[in-house]
């Protein structure tokens, strides 16, 4: 009777622990990014009368319309959305969805009930900022997470899809009209503040989504690639090797192209200094990497 390898096992125990314990953060973080976002409409939004886009805008209108709770309307929209996403565009796509559309109208109810929760500024101003500020951070925990906020940013994909509409331009229109659908209910220099809290959310869901993972392209050109290129591959850097040509002598030369993360980036260059004082590096930041050891499980090989 053959025995299982006890290092190979321990080697997959350890590799689902951490795929559980990375589940349960992304889990965690979307849960939290929902909690957020309804603080600052319960805390910010709601008091002053600024006016949101969205399914929580539909919320705000029907409660101040016909006495609806926000936060059923908001469940209400998020139920009657998902089964559209997942006819029209896929089942994929309420996957990502399908957990924040049950947890932010929760959050909202449970949030309003906090004793005081509309009293934490008595400030127009620092309501707008702060409404977009724990808004925009929430959404960028949600997205960050694999997930989606659903509800009413479904319809704009759908439009998409079928009818190639572009996304952005589906959105806008959609949010504009809930946020004009506000104005019987509210001030008209409400929409203004909404239109300012709105950018400061966009500022910081960007922010949010490239915090700790950002990531920069290295280009270096050197005659000692080769000695370089074995330190850099025994600390672990994924490195490719490119063919070039100098503009001036129209010399052979090799390009060392390294994607690595923002902790990385001292210690590369660090490297690279080491080995050749006189190297032409270029350094770009990097919007999104995709592959193995940046969305994917990195594995190693053998040399």
């Known amino acids: ?28 973080m979307n849960v939290a990014g929902n909690f957020l976002l309804a603080i600052s409409v319960c805390a910010f939004v709601v008091p002053f009368g600024i006016t949101v886009g969205g399914a929580t805008g539909v919320g705000i209108i029907m409660q101040k319309w016909q006495q609806v709770p926000t936060a059923l309307t908001v469940l209400i929209v998020n139920i009657i959305c998902l089964p559209l996403a997942w006819f029209f565009v896929g089942r994929r796509l ?6 924040a559309s049950f947890v932010y109208p929760l959050a909202i109810s449970l ?15 620092l309501a707008t900022i702060f409404a977009g500020v724990i808004g925009g951070a929430g959404v960028g925990l949600v997205m960050k997470s694999g997930g989606s906020t659903g509800g009413l940013d479904i ?15 589906s959105m806008y229109i959609m949010d ?13 220099d409400r929409v203004l503040y909404g239109i300012v809290s709105a950018y400061i959310f966009t500022l910081t869901l960007d922010r949010v989504l ?35 040509e100098t503009g001036f002598k129209r010399e052979q030369v090799k390009e060392i192209n390294a994607v690595v993360r923002s902790s990385q980036l001292r210690e590369l260059r660090r490297l690279i200094r080491s ?15 995709l592959g193995r050891g940046f969305d994917r499980e990195k594995i190693t090989l053998q040399r």
Request: no cysteine; net charge neutral; charged share 20%.
């Open 176 to 188: 504009a009209a809930i946020m004009l659908g506000q104005l019987p209910f509210i001030k008209t």
């Open 111 to 125: 949030v309003e009930r906090i004793p005081h929760i509309g009293e934490v500024t008595d400030s127009l101003i």
């Open 155 to 169: 319809p704009p994909l759908i439009f998409n899809h079928k009818l190639h509409w572009p996304v952005r331009t």
């Open 94 to 99: 309420v996957a990502g969805s399908l957990l």
């Open 275 to 289: 080995v050749d004082e006189t190297a032409f590096v270029r350094i770009s930041q990097v919007n999104a990497v």
């Open 210 to 244: 490239v915090f700790g993972d950002r990531r920069y392209e290295v280009t270096v050109i050197t005659q000692r690639y080769e000695q370089l290129r074995e330190i850099l591959l025994d600390r672990d850097f994924g490195l490719t090797m490119f063919l070039g």
């Open 1 to 28: 009777m053959l025995f299982p390898d006890p290092l190979f096992l321990l080697k997959e125990v350890s590799m689902k622990s951490r795929r559980a314990a990375h589940v349960i953060g992304m889990l965690g």
